[in-house]
Nanobody, 125 residues
């Protein structure tokens, strides 16, 4: 089970930190990712972090502004979002996939086995 939290309403230029707590899995064995979905749009990749080496991948939209991290002791993955823009408004979902994944593959939605519920991020202009 994946439980996402930390969403909210923030002004443009502000920051939020999303958290996703995992249970029922051996967290350290799972690639963790964040996706987002705005109304009327496809769910899109935001960021992912690999298992042991913690290699991270980012969508171009978040590079330089978003940072993904994980705390295996707490079974939690985080997404620090800075310099938020109105176009970042979406429901943010965490996802998990067992085993290491090549960097180039971490953005592929269908490789993820588990999904959390979304947490809403709204950025006002």
């Amino acid at each position: 089970q994946l439980q996402a939290s930390g969403g909210g309403l923030v002004q443009a230029g502000g920051s939020l930190r999303l958290s996703c707590a995992a249970s029922g899995i051996i967290f350290s064995n799972y690639v963790m990712a964040w996706f987002r979905q705005a109304p009327g749009k496809e769910r899109e990749f935001v960021a992912a972090i690999n298992t042991v080496n913690r290699q991270a991948a980012y969508a171009d939209s978040g590079k330089g502004r978003f940072t993904i991290s994980r705390d295996n002791a707490k079974n939690t993955v985080y997404l620090q979002m800075n310099s938020l823009k109105p176009e970042d408004t979406a429901a943010y979902y965490c996802a998990a996939r067992f085993g290491r994944v090549a960097l180039s593959g971490m953005s592929v939605k269908h490789i993820y086995n588990y999904w959390g519920q979304g947490t809403q991020v709204t950025v006002s202009s």
